[in-house]
């Protein structure tokens, strides 16, 4: 096939900014931006459904690839998709449409900006998880970094600019080392594509340096304790459209970027650097588990149980098992629908009150029951019960680390406990109790978009978690095939 | 008979200033008459620069004191062009301050043809020529603004400082001649004796010199008052146009004479290159004035164009060529946004008057933002891809702490382009600015953004024009 479908999905986005852009900004409800950028964004949707029927699921080999001259004789432009990244980059181009409808009610000013940096955003992210060049990939992993910038900074809350700042700041320090790394691969290599360097390896010498300068990139993003601090401040001050952004996709790139480029490129340093993995995933988990239950801002836990959440991916990761490794994919897939749903759960309530603080809520489940019934799934699903797409990513990463490491796996598991117990904990006092603040009595059920928005979020939640089959059958042959480059890389050293 | 052709666009630009010279004498209220012919003697120079030495490779002249060849050519063409865009956005500027004068394009015009003396310069007693008939104009453009205060200052400091930094070099010169028998590059490099100690402190005077003229730190202390003092028209034309000149000097001062000599000045310039890039990305972070923070960010520039510099190869070379040409642009961009900034013919230069720009001026400010990502080297914007080639060269000479240490620099600069785009995004607004800007002021900074914007689709062109230089 010819068409560039890859560049297609990552251009879509731009052209609609483009248009957004040449059109007069309305003061209030611009309607001609939302649906320009909702089309623009369902069509991206459906062009990446097709790529997926399309996808060959029994070969693990990169498909629909481009491969142009870019920076000449030096880098190619080049992407492709494989089992991995086409799952990712379904999920953004299916949380991005849910993003532009939810801003229905939170954005206030400047909408039309606001839809054109979600755009953009789309765009980057895409181009992140097709990228089979170190330079192309640091490129689009980077250039997120502007509009989410703008995001937190313009339609943030209160002390959004310390948050923005904090966040790009702490990103770019993590992303310029391995800028570095990049740029000396391409001098011990002699090339920064990704399938070639597949094949010829990285001399054992240099692959614990560059190991860790990529991993200082990805543990802040992914984050992992004890740099994960800009992401609840983040978090708390970004819109919610941003939050869901930033929780469903961005903290993604991190996870993938371990899987395809740590494991794939430095399989002899990942086995060395593997119990400090193991530490900081067990310390996260733990840690902030027990940080959340102590929050009493909503949007706060939710921030900190994906740093746990988190953990687990790259505890899975780090397993190199085929259920570790699957698990960590689907867990992300679930934590990208199921805190996003809960972002949004949270920006209901905060739209109507104007509060995130659990305390001034309670009792609210005679009052709104839609709601309520919707976010009692959520919560669920993001504690991992059966029969949701979190139990499905949590026990198989589980199961890999019993096979790996007995004891890390036992800590984990604690993790689990604990997660369900800060979110019934806060399920209980928001939903539940006594009554107290009757102002909350003067609160109106979900409408019509935000339920159609939750009810989008919560099938294919239920649907993975009672049926998982199309993830793991979509992953399978290129985890498999992963394992086994990882292994035989190995042993040839 | 020597072949004069080849310094056709000299003998053309001089002869150009005498009569222009002549004319404002002779003629009454000239001023408009030789600023536009001016413009056009900029335009035609760069015209038979391209023509006379597109297809030289490299021709020598007047006992091979001046040399022709493509380096030479390129950085002439771009000097000329930025000269010409200078002048060019600040008419406006010059006749708010009512310094519209006959001076001020002449004194351009002279000043660049001492840099195009210095960029074709083969012998030190050239180089001295071209750097004093450039530095000479520039004291003056300094104070050309002779009513106010700062920038009366402005000139006596540079002029002060300045001479100092050219007896400096101009006794790094008298050593190296002393030791070499001979002024030029090509005899010295053939008489080179690396054994020789009294050489080296030769070149370390001639590098103060240079890292003076291109206000690298520890020699860049007269930067800040320079720009801030000076008309911004002018400081436009500090920050852009001697540099580029400066830095040829530097290459080929470097790398035709005392390549072999490369254990010696390495670490110089490596010094000059990483104190430049830290110093001016903390010193910029407490600044107010928009123009003194301009001057740091180019000492932190600089400093990046130097790391080019410092690898001793050819890559290295064209990385800093390449990162000199994106930064011009990216200056040219933000200067066009800082003429702008007028309100009842009065400009405004503190960082506090962008507050919340982006309400009532949101194209304007959109083009800052894109620049200032660009000058924080952000991908995709173009400053991103100038880094890019730098640190690609310095790594190829496996220079690990040059490199890391510019590139966590850079998050430190990061920081204060940032607060800028913060004082202009999420800021409470101030009074609306005037909106009718002269048709060229619009035009360099719409140029200007689009090409730092969409410099990542054809990022080969400019490679290309500047892998031809081989001066090694």
Known sequence: MNFPILSSLILLPVIGALFLFFTKDKEGNNLTAKYVSLFTTIVNFLISIYLWISFEQSTSSFQFIEDREWINGFINYKVGVDGISILFIILTTFITPLCIISVNNTIKVRLRDFLIAILIMESFMIGVFCALDLVVFYLFFEAGLIPMFLIIGIWGGPKRVYSAFKFFLYTLLGSVLMLVAIISIYWISGTTDVMKLYELGIDAKYQNLLWLAFFSSFAVKTPMWPVHTWLPDAHVEAPTAGSVLLAAILLKMAGYGFIRFSLGLFPIASEIFTPLIYTLSVIAIVFTSLIALMQEDMKKLIAYSSVAHMGFVTLGIFTIQQQGIEGSIIQMISHGLVSAALFLCVGVVYDRMHSRLISSYGGIVTIIPKYSVLFMLFTLAALGLPGTSGFIGEFLILMGAFKDNFLVAVIASLGVILGAAYMLWLYKRVVFGKLINTDLTKMVDLNKSEYFILTCLAVPTLFFGFYPDPLINTIEVSVNDLINTYNSNLIKK | ?472
């Open chain 2, 1 to 472: 008979m020597e072949n004069l052709n080849l310094v056709l666009s000299e003998i053309f630009i001089s002869l150009s200033i005498m009569f222009l010279l002549v004319l404002g004498v002779f003629k009454k209220d000239s001023s408009k008459l030789i600023f536009n012919i001016s413009l056009l003697v900029l335009l035609i120079t760069a015209t038979i620069t391209l023509n006379e030495t597109s297809n030289i490779n490299r021709a020598t002249l007047f006992n091979n004191s001046v040399v022709i060849d493509y380096m030479s050519s390129l950085m002439k063409i771009i000097t000329l062009i930025g000269a010409f865009l200078v002048l060019v956005i600040s008419s406006n500027y010059l006749k708010t301050f009512k310094i519209f004068k006959i001076e001020y394009p002449i004194l351009i015009l002279s000043s660049v043809l001492g840099m195009m003396v210095m960029i074709s310069s083969n012998d030190l007693m050239v180089f001295y020529i071209g750097l004093e008939l450039q530095s000479l104009a520039l004291y003056v453009l300094a104070t050309f603004n002779r009513d106010q205060l700062k920038s009366s200052e402005a000139g006596l400091k540079y002029f002060v400082l300045s001479a100092l930094s050219s007896g400096l070099l101009l006794y790094g010169c008298s050593l190296i001649y002393g030791f070499s028998g001979s002024t030029n590059f090509d005899v010295i490099s053939n008489q080179l004796n690396s054994t020789n100690y009294v050489l080296t402190f030769g070149i370390v005077f001639i590098l103060v010199g240079l890292a003076f003229k291109i206000s690298a730190v520890p020699f860049h202390m007269w930067a800040p008052d320079v720009y801030e003092g000076s008309p911004t028209s002018v400081t436009l034309f500090f920050t852009m146009v001697p540099k580029i000149a400066a830095l040829t000097v530097f290459i080929r001062f470097l790398y035709v004479p005392f390549l072999n000599l490369i254990d010696q000045w390495q670490m110089i310039i490596i010094f000059l290159s990483i104190a430049s890039m830290l110093f001016g990305a903390i010193a910029a972070i407490g600044q107010t004035n928009i123009k003194r923070l301009i001057a740091y960010s180019s000492i932190g520039h600089i400093g990046y164009t130097l790391a080019g510099l410092a690898t001793g190869s050819n890559e290295g070379v064209q990385s800093s060529i390449v990162y000199i040409t994106i930064y011009v642009i990216m200056n040219l961009a933000f200067f066009s946004c800082l003429l702008m900034l007028k309100r009842n013919n009065q400009y405004y230069e503190d960082i506090d008057d962008l507050s919340g720009l982006s309400k009532n001026h949101p194209l304007l400010s959109l083009s800052l933002l894109v620049i200032l990502f660009s000058l924080a080297g952000i991908p995709p914007l173009a400053g991103f891809f100038a880094k890019f080639y730098i640190f690609t060269a310095v790594l190829e000479q496996s220079m690990y702490f040059l490199a890391i240490v510019g590139l966590l620099s850079t998050v430190i600069a990061a920081f204060y382009y940032l607060r800028i785009i913060k004082i202009i995004y999420f800021d409470k607004e101030k009074e609306k600015y005037d909106g009718d800007h002269s048709l060229w002021l619009k035009f360099s900074l719409s140029f200007s953004t689009i090409l730092i914007l969409l410099y990542f689709i054809f990022p080969s062109q400019l490679i290309e024009v500047v892998s031809r230089i081989n001066i090694i």
